[in-house]
């Protein structure tokens, strides 16, 4: 197992130091899950909120959040995103919407924080948007798909059983 990049010898917590690293072309893909009510999951289908359009809406916030990660995270480093995408993926028969946002970069140090910020923004919005239709919705199964560039290598998560990731 590697060391920990964010502590110090002392036990103090630090960014990493990224100084003598050389810039590399990284990708992430990062995926979750909002499950609702039919009703609502219906509602966000047919663009019947109120509030708008849902999934457009959770698409900007999600790249916004992707390019602001370094201001919610503490020990992320601010980076400047070459690319970054949130897509939507409805899933009927279990009434939820898998969320999947993808960030590239030719830089330092990583990008799956972004990606994963993304997912979760989004999904956040989505709640946000329909509260008033669902209280009860469910965000989950957050989680990094793969990632590709640095120096510890190329990441794919396997497929889980029924062929999904």
Do not use: W
Request: glycine content about 6%; some cysteine; hydrophobic content about 40%.
């Amino acid at each position: 197992m590697s060391t920990f990049t964010h502590i110090d010898a002392q036990g103090r917590v630090r960014m990493g130091d990224v100084s003598e690293k050389k810039p590399t072309l990284r990708t992430a893909t990062a995926q979750g899950r909002i499950t609702m009510s039919l009703e609502t999951f219906d509602a966000i289908q047919d663009h019947r909120v109120q509030k708008g359009n849902v999934l457009e809406t959770a698409r900007i916030a999600g790249i916004m959040a992707a390019k602001r990660t370094a201001e919610l995270i503490p020990m992320c480093h601010p980076l400047n995103l070459t690319h970054a995408q949130v897509d939507f993926y409805p899933e009927p028969s279990t009434c939820s919407i898998r969320i999947e946002a993808m960030a590239r970069i030719i830089d330092l140090t990583g990008i799956e924080m972004e990606a994963l910020t993304a997912v979760s923004v989004a999904a956040l919005t989505i709640y946000d948007m329909c509260k008033a239709y669902d209280k009860s919705m469910t965000i989950s199964d957050i989680c990094l798909l793969a990632k590709s560039g640095g120096k510890s290598g190329d990441f794919v998560r396997a497929p889980a059983e029924g062929g999904r990731r």
